[in-house]
């Protein structure tokens, strides 16, 4: 339905300059997270301010604290009412440290609603493909994969932009939502804990032993 030349046009006119890429017939351009600076889907699909009411998109299956090495299930969920097209864009990278902006982790997806780009940076992209544009409820969508968390232990950004379509032809009239968390790394406390709790005791009987044998 999109596919139209003055769709094309008008989201290259709006985008401003013959400069822009031609869009990724199998997904958003790389860097449109909103996320470190970059720009949204915004840039080509306007019509309505970001995060306008009536839709939000959340990053599901994310823990307070990551496991270092640990896999995760992500779900980006999309509720947008009438939307009849609908993608995303995510990129996991470090929030913090001398990594900060670095990708963190990998991204696999499970199924053929969603891909993943590379970006020039490094940072994985991922994103709806054509399959996943559908929608997989009348007022909500959603796609799923895989994360592996990172072993360096610093803290991670999840960025998400994700773009509602009502279906009418034109770029002009989509909603764009985006979001963004950050988790950081389970801190092994408990492991030095346990280890602090046990060799107490060794040294306090060795230092007595010494005290006693030495006089
Ligand atoms: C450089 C401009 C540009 C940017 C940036 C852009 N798009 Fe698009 N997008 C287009 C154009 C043009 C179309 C219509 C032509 C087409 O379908 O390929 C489109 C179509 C779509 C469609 C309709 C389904 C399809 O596959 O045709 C979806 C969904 C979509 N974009 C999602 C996104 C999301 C999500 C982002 C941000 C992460 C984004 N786009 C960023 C230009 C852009």
Same mark, same amino acid.
């Given at each position: ?33 909103? %996320? ?19 839709? /939000? +998109? ?34 996991? /990278? ?18 053929? /609603? +969603? ?7 490094? +940072? ?5 493909? /054509? ?21 360096? %232990? ?12 009502? %279906? ?12 963004? +968390? ?34």
């Amino acid at each position: 339905m999109r596919r139209t030349p003055l769709a094309l046009a008008a989201a290259l006119a709006l985008a401003g300059a013959a400069a822009v890429p031609a869009p990724n017939p199998e997904g958003p351009p790389p860097g449109h997270t909103g %996320g470190f600076g970059e720009p949204s889907c915004l840039t080509c699909h306007q019509g309505s301010d970001l995060n306008a009411f009536g839709g /939000r +998109v959340t990053i599901e299956g994310l823990p307070n604290e990551y496991v270092q090495g640990e896999r995760y299930l992500l779900t980006v969920l999309l509720e947008a009412e009438e939307t009849d097209l609908a993608g995303f864009q995510l990129a996991a /990278r470090y929030g913090t440290g001398n990594e900060q902006g670095r990708a963190a982790g990998e991204i696999h997806p499970l199924n053929d /609603r +969603v891909a993943v780009t590379m970006g020039t940076n490094g +940072v994985q992209y991922v994103h709806q493909t /054509r399959q996943g544009s559908g929608m997989s409820a009348p007022d909500s969508t959603s796609w799923s994969m895989e994360w592996i968390a990172p072993s360096t %232990g610093n803290s991670v950004v999840f960025h998400v932009a994700a773009n509602s379509g009502n %279906g009418d032809n034109s770029p002009l009239s989509d909603l764009v939502y985006t979001t963004d +968390v950050i988790i950081d790394a389970e801190t092994p406390q408990l492991g030095w804990r346990i280890l602090l709790l046990s060799v107490l005791p060794l040294l306090l009987f060795i230092a007595l032993w010494i005290w006693i044998f030495r006089r």
